[in-house]
T-cell receptor, first 116, second 111 residues
Framework: GAVVSQHPSRVICKSGTSVKIECRSLDFQATTMFWYRQFPKQSLMLMATSNEGSKATYEQGVEKDKFLINHASLTLSTLTVTSAHPEDSSFYIC????????????FGQGTRLTVV | GEDVEQSLFLSVREGDSSVINCTYTDSSSTYLYWYKQEPGAGLQLLTYIFSNMDMKQDQRLTVLLNKKDKHLSLRIADTQTGDSAIYFCAEKGVYGNKLVFGAGTILRVKS
């Protein structure tokens, strides 16, 4: 199957700083990428959908100024957590689709963010 | 909106079969998926089924879909300790590629 690489896998940052997480499709072009957040022992919550070359679509309750998403190319989307606070600590996972109507979503390995 | 529900926990003995159940509400679901997540890792796609099918078998995995009752199950034959993980079902609707996930079922396999 296709490979999605997410970096970094773990990051610890201080409150008030910003953190960037990268999601790359390694062997295919991803027209759409999705960013999820997972709280401990809970399911994945979709944060936003990003399409290459256009603004991301955020789910209700997700602050777009807090979680900046950029999908500048067909192989790279980034999520920047701005002015991070301890409550932003979580597991963030991206997934990537190929063309519209594709049956499979390929997931990155996730990023564990800890804000201290 | 769409909702997907799963039982939270399942414990089985090594060698037994495991059955993980899932219900969903979106009658326009096109594809339904089973993902496996090991601790601290991302999601691994195990299998998926198109909504016009009622069964799919892939080695030790059998997926049953009852579209009338909106019920999906995953059966793992000859469960091994390496199958211990969290299993998520997810559905994809007609519009867009967004997946809606259940809360996950923790499978614990005792040796």
């Amino acid at each position: 199957g296709a490979v999605v690489s997410q970096h970094p896998s773990r990051v610890i940052c201080k409150s008030g700083t910003s953190v960037k997480i990268e999601c790359r499709s390694l062997d295919f072009q991803a027209t759409t990428m999705f960013w999820y957040r997972q709280f401990p022992k809970q399911s994945l919550m979709l944060m936003a959908t990003s399409n290459e070359g256009s603004k991301a679509t955020y789910e209700q309750g997700v602050e777009k100024d807090k979680f900046l998403i950029n999908h500048a190319s067909l192989t790279l989307s980034t999520l920047t957590v701005t002015s991070a606070h301890p409550e932003d600590s979580s597991f963030y996972i991206c997934s990537a689709d190929t063309a519209s109507g594709n049956t499979e979503a390929f997931f990155g390995q996730g990023t564990r963010l800890t804000v201290v | 909106g769409e909702d997907v529900e799963q039982s939270l926990f399942l414990s089985v003995r090594e060698g037994d079969s495991s059955v993980i159940n899932c219900t969903y509400t979106d009658s326009s679901s096109t594809y339904l998926y089973w993902y496996k997540q090991e601790p601290g890792a991302g999601l691994q796609l195990l299998t998926y089924i198109f909504s016009n099918m009622d069964m799919k078998q892939d080695q030790r995995l059998t997926v049953l879909l009852n579209k009338k009752d909106k019920h999906l199950s995953l059966r793992i034959a000859d469960t091994q300790t390496g199958d211990s993980a969290i299993y998520f079902c997810a559905e994809k609707g007609v519009y867009g590629n967004k997946l809606v996930f259940g809360a996950g079922t923790i499978l614990r396999v005792k040796s």
